[in-house]
């Protein structure tokens, strides 16, 4: 079973130039959502570079796919960690949401993945529906695919923000959780601007350009399912890089399989842009 919908994704809408210069401005560091009381980091402006598959016009060839510079004239601020179990819980007394797993009756929900849970660690069996409920609450969005990629990698070059080997210090996975679920937040090492748990934990959700169903899905999980599990018992590093490889994706609005709409590793974390104070 593969929980990841990169093949889903369609290219976000980052602006594509040469890369240059941009001087950082003057924002606050960190910001504090008194709505659900998350902690956001800035992450500055600045470029990296990207897979970006050309227009989809006639003649154009799909797998065609050319590096370029992705530039982000603005920075913006990013949730340290994902969106936990009880900040979603401080949603749903607010608000009574039903999520779309429960109001499915389906058998797990973020209630009751399937695994214990605590405050502090990621909510899960949430749909992309449902993150961008809760975003809207909170008075903030979810991140694009690029938007997310550039936070992941906080200017490395590397495979991962902190090298080019799997590193324990750094991530939940299978060979570290034994599949048994979700870990408590920030408790690895974050990337150079700050950020906890990138890559593992849960799966995280991303905004893709302004469709309302497309979605991809970025950073790899705590994963329990059993494929992924190599002869020594750990979880392949190729599924790792694949989820935060610096490739964007379109959106296939007929994909040959439908998507799931929810999972016990789907979480997401959001972002609060620069531009959106001004509004």
Same mark, same amino acid.
């Given at each position: 079973?593969?929980?990841?919908?990169?093949?889903?994704?369609?290219?976000?809408?980052?602006?594509?130039?040469?890369?240059?210069?941009?001087?950082?401005?003057? /924002?606050?560091?960190?910001?504090?959502?008194?709505?659900?009381?998350?902690?956001?980091?800035?992450?500055?402006?600045?470029?990296?570079?990207?897979?970006?598959?050309?227009?989809?016009?006639?003649?154009?060839?799909?797998?065609?796919?050319?590096?370029?510079?992705?530039?982000?004239?603005?920075?913006?601020?990013?949730?340290?960690?994902?969106?936990?179990?009880?900040?979603?819980?401080?949603?749903? @007394?607010? +608000?009574?949401?039903?999520?779309?797993?429960?109001?499915?009756?389906?058998?797990?929900?973020? @209630?009751?993945?399937?695994?214990?849970?605590?405050?502090?660690?990621?909510?899960?069996?949430?749909?992309?529906?449902?993150?961008?409920?809760?975003?809207?609450?909170?008075?903030?969005?979810?991140?694009?695919?690029?938007?997310?990629?550039?936070?992941? %990698?906080?200017?490395?070059?590397?495979?991962?923000?902190?090298?080019?080997?799997?590193?324990? /210090?750094?991530?939940?996975?299978?060979?570290? +959780?034994?599949?048994?679920?979700?870990?408590?937040?920030?408790? @690895? %090492?974050?990337?150079?601007?700050?950020?906890?748990?990138?890559?593992?934990?849960?799966?995280?959700?991303?905004?893709?350009?302004?469709?309302?169903?497309?979605?991809?899905?970025?950073?790899?999980?705590?994963?329990?399912?059993?494929?992924?599990?190599? %002869?020594?018992?750990?979880?392949?590093?190729?599924?790792?890089?694949?989820?935060?490889?610096?490739?964007?994706?379109?959106?296939?609005?007929?994909?040959?399989?439908?998507?799931?709409?929810?999972?016990?590793?789907?979480?997401?974390?959001?972002?609060?842009?620069?531009?959106?104070? %001004? @509004?």
């Amino acid at each position: 079973m593969r929980r990841m919908s990169l093949a889903l994704a369609c290219l976000a809408a980052p602006i594509l130039l040469p890369a240059c210069a941009v001087s950082p401005g003057s /924002h606050a560091a960190k910001w504090h959502n008194p709505r659900d009381g998350m902690t956001f980091v800035w992450v500055p402006p600045g470029s990296f570079t990207a897979q970006v598959p050309p227009e989809p016009t006639s003649g154009s060839d799909p797998d065609k796919i050319a590096p370029q510079e992705v530039t982000f004239l603005e920075g913006f601020w990013v949730g340290r960690t994902e969106v936990t179990l009880g900040q979603f819980a401080r949603f749903v @007394k607010e +608000t009574g949401y039903l999520t779309d797993a429960e109001r499915a009756g389906n058998r797990f929900t973020w @209630k009751s993945p399937g695994f214990p849970q605590e405050a502090d660690h990621p909510v899960v069996y949430v749909s992309y529906a449902d993150a961008r409920r809760y975003a809207e609450w909170a008075g903030v969005d979810l991140p694009t695919e690029a938007e997310w990629l550039y936070a992941c %990698r906080a200017g490395s070059a590397t495979k991962f923000y902190w090298g080019d080997l799997v590193d324990d /210090h750094y991530l939940w996975y299978r060979c570290n +959780t034994e599949g048994t679920g979700t870990r408590p937040v920030a408790r @690895k %090492r974050p990337n150079a601007w700050g950020l906890y748990d990138m890559v593992g934990n849960a799966w995280e959700y991303c905004k893709i350009g302004d469709s309302d169903v497309g979605f991809a899905l970025r950073g790899a999980s705590w994963t329990r399912c059993p494929q992924y599990r190599t %002869r020594q018992g750990t979880m392949t590093a190729n599924l790792l890089e694949e989820a935060v490889a610096p490739r964007l994706q379109r959106w296939d609005p007929n994909p040959k399989y439908a998507p799931y709409p929810w999972d016990d590793d789907r979480g997401f974390r959001c972002i609060k842009r620069a531009s959106s104070e %001004r @509004k």
